[in-house]
Nanobody, 122 residues
Framework: QVQLVESGGGSVEAGGTLRLSCAVS????????LGWFRQAGKEREGVAHI???????VYADSVKGRFTISQDNAKNMLYLQMSSLKPEDTAMYYC????????????????WGQGTQVTVSS
């Protein structure tokens, strides 16, 4: 059984910072990658993901240079450090995991957390 639990969301002013965390619980965590997604409207979009073996990262253009994804394999934790936040970053943020290689696309991910809300005010 796989469980992903996000935390760290909240309200912040534009220009501020937040750090999201995701606790990954599973019997055998042989995931190929872990990722962060967000949803403000109808569509869920990829924010960043990290290959669990090797640490290669991919970011959406909209967050490059502002967000940093990282993992702590010993603690089975995934993080998203967000800085220089903008009102357009307001969304529900989801942690996700998948077992196969691929792209930062929601339909390629197998397991999802419940989400944590991030609100950025201007």
């Amino acid at each position: 059984q796989v469980q992903l639990v996000e935390s760290g969301g909240g309200s912040v002013e534009a220009g501020g910072t937040l750090r999201l965390s995701c606790a990954v619980s599973c019997y055998t965590c042989d995931f190929y990658s872990l990722g962060w997604f967000r949803q403000a409207g109808k569509e869920r979009e990829g924010v960043a993901h990290i290959v669990t073996s090797g640490g290669t990262t991919v970011y959406a253009d909209s967050v490059k240079g502002r967000f940093t994804i990282s993992q702590d394999n010993a603690k089975n934790m995934l993080y998203l450090q967000m800085s220089s936040l903008k009102p357009e970053d307001t969304a529900m943020y989801y942690c996700a995991a998948k077992r196969r290689s691929g792209r930062l696309l929601p339909h390629e991910y197998d397991y999802w957390g419940q989400g944590t809300q991030v609100t950025v005010s201007s």
